[in-house]
């Protein structure tokens, strides 16, 4: 017999509850929990995507699918396969932090349930619950000053993950925008363009956004003439044939670019569950105590666009950026940036920014692209791309406004910083004349 039943006949009987006749104990039983977890990852579309891994443990580690395990490679005679691959998901865990899900269930609810039916109902809305609030925290993360805990031990999410991450590549969505709307077929574009061709496929890659900015990109599609039909395929649901997935507790602007398997999850299989019942109040509370995780396979399999934010201008004089003097910035700058306006319109900009790679990159992780206010002084990030070990191009859409600054400056970048002096390029705005 269930706790909810075992409660029912209670009332029926007496009128109030006796835990203590119940003796439910403090862990749910792991045939009911996996039950329960089962229906939690089964009722919510975005967890079907993603990539759970269920544990017993704390720490789950990492065991997924990395293309760079398996190259097939001429192999010199008295070499090792493993120097030369570099799996880009080893040694990575997914670390699962305490979380409980909190939930009333009243007196007459009780009372009136018949059968299995309404147990059944209780376990389908607890998973639903719990569900919903796993994918909040992965798109979210938490808010450190709503809770009494240090950052260190608050799941932060994938995309909180993915904005701190050197590897992702991120764009700027305020390149895309004219006043305070986003063009969103040329940022799209330009977010799917940033995926190294490794990781693109229709069949798997799919992009996240709100329903908010998906609804605003149909209309957009419905105010473009035939020349952008070629952007779209297979209607307003798809973009360039990549799926959208519209997720409510995502940030207006903020998309998310990937293969869903690349998200994880972790998961225990242990379940805590507390009941105290509160006659006063005719109800009773429950707390089921579970650990959950997030972590990103690979993050160069990633792209994530979003407002970044702008860096105030700083005084030529002084060192580039404060982090250059803390650990080995990269000694070598790009070897040269060029770009040529395309963009007729007064004011605003577009084209290609072609970046040489530096003479030598062997401290150079990624190259990071700014507006300059003069040939050495940032001030708003446009993107950042890893390096390839050739040239690189960034599209800078059409319609890009400038404002007051009078260069395009890259610099190359590590985990230490950038480099002190960057590569630029002057502004020269086409006015169609």
């Not at 544990?55 to 065991?63: F, G, L, N, V």
């Not at 009780?110 to 309404?118: M, N, R």
Request: proline share 4%; glycine share 8%.
């Amino acid at each position: 017999m269930s706790v909810i039943e075992q409660m029912r006949e209670q009332l029926v009987k007496s009128g109030t509850i006796d835990l203590n006749k119940i003796g439910i104990g403090n862990k749910v039983p792991e045939a009911a929990a996996r039950e329960l977890l089962d229906l939690v990852v089964e009722g919510n579309n975005i967890l079907r995507m993603v990539n759970v891994q269920r544990s017993d443990e704390a720490k789950i580690p990492i065991d997924i699918f990395d293309i760079s395990d398996f190259v097939l490679q001429n192999i010199p005679e008295g070499d090792e396969p493993t120097d030369f691959t570099e799996g880009k998901n080893k040694g990575k865990y997914i670390e699962c932090k305490p979380v409980n899900a909190f939930m009333q269930v009243f007196y007459t609810t009780i009372k009136s349930s018949k059968g299995s039916a309404a147990v059944k109902k209780f376990d389908a809305k607890l998973a639903k619950k719990f569900g919903d609030n796993m994918v909040r925290v992965g798109f979210q993360g938490k808010n450190y000053q709503e809770v009494a805990n240090t950052p260190e031990n608050i799941n932060k999410g994938w995309i909180q993950m993915l904005k701190e991450s050197d590897d992702s590549h991120k764009i700027n969505a305020n390149l895309y925008k004219t006043g305070n709307k986003i063009d969103w077929i040329e940022y799209l574009a330009g977010i799917v363009e940033a995926l190294p061709d490794d990781y693109k496929s229709v069949e798997n890659c799919v992009i996240f956004m709100t329903p908010a900015d998906h609804e605003e990109y149909v209309k957009q599609i419905g105010k473009k003439d035939g020349n952008a039909a070629y952007l779209i395929n297979a209607g307003a649901n798809n973009f360039l044939g990549y799926k959208i997935v519209t997720v409510g507790y995502m940030t207006r602007g903020e998309v998310l670019y990937t293969n869903p398997m690349n998200l994880l999850f972790g998961l225990q299989n242990d379940i805590e569950r507390k009941i105290e019942d509160k006659p006063m109040a005719r109800v009773v509370n429950f707390c089921y105590g579970a650990g959950d995780g997030y972590k990103i396979g690979i993050e160069d399999a990633a792209v994530l666009g979003f407002a970044g934010e702008e860096v105030e201008a700083s005084d030529p004089t002084e060192p580039t950026d404060p982090e250059d003097e803390e650990g080995e910035v990269p000694a070598n700058a790009p070897a040269d940036v060029t770009f040529t306006d395309t963009d007729t319109t007064d004011d605003t900009i577009g084209g290609t920014i072609a970046i040489t790679k530096a003479t030598s990159e062997d401290d150079v992780t990624h190259y990071a692209i700014y507006f300059g206010s003069d040939a050495t002084t940032k001030t708003t990030e446009i993107a950042t791309l890893p390096k390839t070990g050739s040239d690189l191009e960034f599209i800078l859409p059409d319609g890009t406004a400038f404002g007051d600054n009078t260069h395009i400056l890259v610099f190359t970048k590590n985990e230490n910083g950038l480099c002190e002096t960057p590569a630029a390029v002057a502004i020269t705005d086409n006015e169609g004349l």
